[in-house]
């Protein structure tokens, strides 16, 4: 069993909806949907072209995956998450935007959001207590995509190679795509079709606890924590890489 948190809002959310139908799949109940058309594609070639960020849900990472320790059960972690989610405070994002990372489609922050940014971080720090260390197996296979040595240096500290100075926010919406027109079709359809949540600020009261069953079973909603403390999430980390950097997969 793998844990994570992510970010994600109530299921009867604009956001929530438009990202479960754009990926097929809604990570509340496992059910599938039915994905909106593409002019000119095949509704199985979208299919094709979605199969990683559909089986983690529509989500953006916050704590990325990772087992418990031995001695911790999961009423201790909903226990933890509980405690952090009573202690952080609601807050308001600059918005999102449809983006390519590299070959990957995403949406992204339409501005620098320190908010967003210190939030992600205080759920490394929160939960950090009950991961788990990584494995021989997944610090080698990490490292396959060629690390810095910062990056390696908190993948060795927190299990993950992009948090904190390295950290960039982003709710996949495609696997990598290799073809220029596909790449093109897709990022037009997806600015039309998260155009009702794009371009302004959005209140941010929720982060949910995903589970992975087995390795490489879809991952799907636990339990969704509600924000209702009082502590600020500003960020004091070094400033994050710009928005048009070249990202490896951060799931």
């Known amino acids: ?42 509704p199985s070639r979208f299919a094709e072209l979605t199969t990683d960020p559909r089986r983690y849900g529509f989500h953006g990472t916050l704590r990325a995956p990772f087992h418990v320790k031995p001695e911790i059960s999961e009423q201790d972690l909903l226990k933890a998450a509980v ?7 609601p807050f308001t994002t600059t918005g999102f935007k449809v983006a390519a990372l590299g070959r990957f489609l995403a949406l992204v922050p339409a501005a620098p959001d320190a908010a967003l940014n210190g939030f992600a971080d205080a759920c490394v720090e929160a939960l950090e207590p009950l991961r788990a260390p990584l494995s021989d197996a997944d610090l080698a296979r990490r490292r396959q995509s060629a690390l810095s040595p910062r990056q390696d240096a908190h993948l060795v500290a927190w299990g ?46 929720s982060f949910g606890l995903y589970v992975e069953p087995e390795r490489n079973a879809p991952f799907t909603v636990h339990t969704l924590f509600s924000l209702s403390g009082t502590a600020g999430t500003s960020s004091s980390a070094s400033p994050r890489p710009a928005a048009d950097t070249p990202l490896a997969r951060t799931s």
Do not use: C
């Not at 956001?15 to 000119?40: C, E, H, T, V, Y």
């Not at 405690?83 to 405070?89: D, M, Q, V, Y």
């Not at 079709?185 to 600020?201: D, I, K, N, Q």
């Open 1 to 42: 069993m793998r844990y994570a948190l992510y970010f994600a809002l109530a299921r009867t959310s604009p956001l929530m909806q438009l990202g479960n139908g754009w990926l097929g799949r809604d990570p509340f109940d496992g059910k599938a949907l039915s994905q909106p058309a593409i002019p000119g594609m095949a």
């Open 83 to 89: 405690g952090f989610a009573a202690r952080t405070a």
């Open 160 to 205: 993950y190679p992009y948090v904190f100075d390295e950290f960039r926010f982003h709710m996949t919406l495609s696997n990598k795509l290799e073809d220029e027109g596909e790449r093109e079709a897709l990022t037009r359809a997806a600015e039309r079709h998260f155009a009702p949540v794009t371009g302004t600020p959005l209140a941010v009261d």
